[in-house]
């Protein structure tokens, strides 16, 4: 009897403590992920530049899951555009890929379905993912040149559900000689994406964008970036007629095949900074976020904060932003960065890397919403949020999570 009595009890342990291991994992995927956090490079796997750290790109554009970032002047180690995985734990390794693009290629936001090099070649990123530099474009097509970027138009008006919907925006100059301000011009594709075959099926051509802005604007701009959804864009009028050059916000046709965009001022920060970019939207309009001085900065538009700017934390010493933001899916703001590590007996190591931070979780962000008795959308990012984002994007492109 005694016997049998203790095999069952040997059995119930053995199923509550099974039973505790989702439990105990459960708890940790609802924490919050650090605030501020810290990926290094490995100099063995990209080289260093020329002060010995390692060597970190320009123009880099981060991942709707915050997983990949392409990397524009990769230098000699990487080719010139590389793509570079990060982990989903600070203890994760980051590995490296290199691609057959050239620098200041794009990814098409909102998805990431195709990245696109300055000669519209469109590649499917899994492809450069697996075959690296030996990947083949699927077309070619949209704006071309320095400083072009695009978005997958989501929710717009189309007669043809079955399309996949690219705006891309840029200058209107097709070299790279006299790029860095100039008139702004868009364009839109309908591609049929069949798996082993895209076909370009609608081609709105390139429009120019904003003439009617001309008596306030000018007809000038420059630092232009398109939103992930591809319905508004940030750029800095250079001459403007009404106040002084700063970075603002507009408004695009929520229409595939519009012959003309209204460009409607949404926002004015009342600076200039380097290019804002465009979180996603969550119960109202996208996070904004920009470099200035070699510091990150986001801005939540909502109405009662009129567009009040607050600084991403820094955890470690002598941070220094090398390149503009990127917001993922989840919130999550990511950026190059230089850094000193240092121990408490003051000794300090040159790092280089990527930055990773809870806007939620900002101290400054937190007491003004609570000052104006506001919610935030949540709490904090947790591990979760991140995972959740990791498989969505790996399904969405059949890539291992």
Not at 53 to 72: C, H, K, M, N, T
Not at 96 to 110: D, Y
Not at 319 to 332: H, K, Q, Y
Request: glycine share 10%.
């Amino acid at each position: 009897m005694m016997r049998s009595v203790d095999a069952v009890f040997v059995h119930l342990l053995a199923l509550l403590m099974a039973l505790a291991v989702p439990v105990n994992a459960s708890e940790a995927d609802s924490a919050c992920i650090d605030a501020v956090s810290y990926l290094a490079l490995d100099p063995e796997k990209v080289g260093v530049d020329s002060n010995g750290a390692p060597a970190l790109g320009a123009y880099e554009r981060i991942s709707p899951d915050g997983r990949f970032v392409l990397r524009s002047f990769s230098g000699a180690r990487l080719g010139e555009v590389s793509l570079i995985e990060l982990p989903a734990d600070t203890g994760g390794r980051l590995a490296v890929f290199r691609t057959p693009l050239s620098n200041e290629a794009f990814p098409v936001q909102g998805t990431w379905r195709y990245v696109v090099d300055v000669d519209g070649r469109h590649f499917r990123l899994a492809d450069v993912l697996r075959q690296q530099e030996r990947a083949e474009p699927q077309f070619q097509g949209g704006m071309r040149g320095f400083y072009a970027a695009a978005a997958e138009l989501t929710g717009v008006r189309s007669d043809d559900k079955s399309l996949v919907w690219i705006r891309s925006m840029s200058w209107p100059q097709g070299g790279r000689s006299g790029q860095g301000t100039g008139p702004l011009q868009v364009r839109t594709l309908g591609v049929r994406d069949q798996g082993d075959r895209v076909d370009v099926v609608s081609d709105s051509g390139p429009q120019f964008i904003c003439g009617a802005r001309g008596s306030s604007d000018g007809g000038v701009y420059t630092l232009p970036m398109i939103s992930v959804d591809g319905l508004e864009f940030s750029a800095i009028p250079i001459n403007p007629r009404v106040g002084q050059p700063s970075m603002r916000v507009y408004g695009l046709a929520n229409d595939a095949l519009a012959a003309a965009h209204p460009c409607d001022l949404r926002v004015d920060l009342q600076a200039a900074p380097g290019k804002a970019v465009f979180g996603f939207a969550g119960s109202g309009s996208a996070m904004l976020a920009y470099t200035d001085n070699a510091s990150v900065y986001f801005v939540d538009r909502h109405p009662a904060l009129h567009d009040q700017v607050f600084r991403v934390e820094d955890t470690q010493t002598q941070v220094l932003a090398s390149a503009f933001p990127g917001l993922t899916r989840d919130g999550r703001i990511v950026f190059g960065a230089n850094w000193k590590e240092c121990t408490s007996r003051g000794t300090c190591l040159d790092r280089a890397g990527y930055v990773v931070a809870d806007p939620y979780q900002n101290k400054d962000y937190r007491q003004q919403l609570q000052r104006l008795g506001l919610a935030p959308d949540k709490a904090c990012i947790t591990r979760r949020d991140v995972l959740q984002e990791r498989q969505r994007f790996a399904t969405q492109h059949r890539l291992k999570p």
